[in-house]
């Protein structure tokens, strides 16, 4: 069985070392190198650390996680470590040597320019060194990213919303206090009712800004330096010197996970957890799912993952259309603390199902 992946990021590669075990795999990249996009945080769940193969890989871990939408201030913590943060650029790099040595092709700065589906097979046409090749596969999968020319030739139409995501690594100026280290902070809603804007720290000295916005260029730059210096508030310092680096977020859900033997994986079929435009915990259930519908013909697991992408599509409308609105109209301050375990950091459908109806009632409590 022959099989043709398009694109060596995190998706294309954990697909071909899960296929590579049943198939002869060949991946295309048009980068000269894997691994060199740092534009993503790496914060991904406990649970799905072992699926992408990650736990090298793990630079911090956190078990507490605190909103701040307009006055509301929601506390989730846990005993436990429920996230960490990952080295993404050295995962990929490991990702790529695992794969070579599995006996996978991966074949760098080779430009994919077409996939048609002659029959039953699926023909690459690619550019590499200047010279046109074609090659032909039984399966083939789209792991392009965004833009999702590829898979939308082939007739994949997932719901996507496009952003800009924008990150600063910062040098403080003064050491964080040890019990900062465990947690994530994130402001919603900020200014308008989607933004999503975060601080992770990486270190005592260090830590990474980030926000995901609608907003273009100069204002969203703009407009990070205004949350910079709100976290650096809360923070208690400041920083001497940043690095800018960004990307393209998405939100939205896939309709389909596979037609015919083409199948269209991570952000070139808008598999993200919505409210944080996250790629790494679908990703890692979109490539088991795989290896069980091409060998089994089993797609329960490619069900459930479209199901649940569609679900943390509404979570994300909700919040944005009525929580954030109701949130940034209150004129008092609240805090609201809830107890949660890692299976809720993947699921915030179970965290609105199980505690939005009991808000107010239990957790709510006026700030001293
Ligand atoms: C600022 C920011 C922070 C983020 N933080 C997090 C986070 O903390 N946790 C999380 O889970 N997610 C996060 N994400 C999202 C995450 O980075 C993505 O979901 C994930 O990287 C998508 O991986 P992918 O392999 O699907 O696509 P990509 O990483 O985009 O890989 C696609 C690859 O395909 C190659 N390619 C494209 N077209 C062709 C072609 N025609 N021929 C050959 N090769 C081609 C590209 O060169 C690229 O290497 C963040 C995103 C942003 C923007």
Redesign the pocket.
């Known amino acids: 069985m022959y099989v043709g992946i398009?694109?060596?990021?995190?998706?294309?590669l954990l697909a071909g070392l899960n296929l590579s075990r049943i198939a002869l795999v060949d991946i295309?990249?048009?980068?000269k190198d894997v691994g060199a996009?740092k534009?993503?945080?790496?914060?991904?769940s406990l649970e799905a650390i072992s699926r992408i193969k990650a736990r090298k890989f793990i630079e911090s871990c956190f078990n507490e996680l605190v909103f701040f939408i307009g006055n509301v201030e929601v506390r989730f913590y846990s005993s436990k470590y429920f996230a960490c943060r990952i080295s993404r650029e050295a995962h990929e790099k490991y990702l790529a040597n695992e794969l070579r040595s599995s006996g996978c092709n991966l074949k760098l700065r080779?430009?994919?320019l077409s996939v048609e589906n002659i029959g039953k097979k699926y023909c690459i046409k690619y550019l590499s060194n200047g010279v046109l090749n074609k090659r032909c596969y039984d399966y083939v999968i789209i792991?392009?990213?965004?833009p999702n020319k590829?898979s939308n030739s082939l007739g994949f139409r997932p719901k996507i919303e496009v952003f800009r995501?924008?990150?600063y690594r910062l040098y403080l100026l003064k050491a964080l206090p040890k019990e900062l280290l465990g947690k994530l902070m994130i402001h919603y809603g900020l200014l308008g009712t989607s933004d999503f804007s975060w601080v992770v720290p990486l270190n005592r000295r260090e830590v990474l800004v980030?926000l995901i916005s609608s907003l273009d260029g100069y204002v969203a730059i703009k407009l990070l330096d205004i949350i910079t210096n709100r976290f650096m508030k809360v923070l208690g310092t400041s920083y001497t010197c940043k690095e800018l680096i960004?990307?393209?977020?998405l939100r939205g859900y896939c309709r389909e996970f596979c037609i015919g033997n083409s199948f269209s994986?991570?952000?070139?079929n808008a598999m993200?957890k919505s409210l944080s435009?996250?790629?790494?915990?679908p990703?890692s259930i979109a490539v088991e799912a795989l290896t069980r519908v091409i060998t089994k013909k089993d797609y329960e697991l490619a069900n459930k993952l479209i199901r649940y992408l569609r679900s943390n599509y509404l979570v994300y409308r909700i919040i944005s259309n009525y929580l954030v609105p109701l949130c940034r109209s209150l004129h008092r301050k609240v805090v609201i603390e809830l107890k949660i375990d890692s299976s809720m950091f993947d699921n915030y459908f179970l965290i609105l199902r199980k505690h939005l109806p009991v808000l107010g009632m239990i957790h709510l409590r006026r700030r001293p």
Do not use: F, K, P
Request: with cysteine; charged share 10%; hydrophobic share 40%.
């Open positions: 398009v694109g060596a990021g995190i998706s294309g295309y990249e048009r980068a996009r534009h993503c945080t790496g914060i991904v080779s430009y994919v792991a392009e990213g965004y590829l995501g924008l990150q980030g960004g990307g393209i977020a994986i991570g952000d070139a993200v435009c996250g790629g790494l915990y990703i």
